[in-house]
């Protein structure tokens, strides 16, 4: 069974960074797209990045240019680069993973969050 594990986060000044990692532990036949989502206070939850497993990233308008998601297939792990970071980007942010098991399911898989706090 494959679970999402996070680290990363904490309190940071506006335009400080942060580093986000995620590593996926436990064996899965495949794991395809990862990404990374966020929910604010009071808000939905949206998607921040995704990266294929080929590495082709795709971000959201409100992220783009100053943060940078990666992945590395071999260690099972995606990281998210947050750059010039400001008060809106304060949430809790979520590690995301669509994956094929031993089985053959496909499941999405949730990390358990991680709160960055960027104050003003």
């Known amino acids: 069974q494959v679970q999402l594990v996070e680290s990363g986060g904490g309190l940071v000044q506006a335009g400080g960074s942060l580093r986000l990692s995620c590593t996926a532990r436990?064996?899965?036949?495949?794991?395809?797209?990862m990404g990374w989502y966020r929910q604010a206070p009071g808000k939905q939850r949206e998607v921040v990045a995704l990266?294929?497993?080929?590495?082709?990233?795709e971000y959201s308008d409100s992220v783009q240019r100053r943060f940078t998601i990666s992945r590395n297939n071999t260690k099972k792990t995606v990281a998210l680069q947050m750059n010039s970071l400001q008060p809106g980007d304060t949430a809790v942010y979520y590690c995301?993973?669509?994956?094929?098991?031993?089985?053959?399911?496909?499941?999405?898989?949730w990390g358990q969050g991680t709160l960055v706090t960027v104050s003003s």
């Open positions: 436990g064996i899965a036949y495949a794991i395809n797209d």
């Open positions: 990266i294929t497993s080929g590495g082709s990233p």
């Open positions: 995301n993973a669509k994956i094929v098991t031993l089985g053959y399911r496909h499941l999405e898989l």
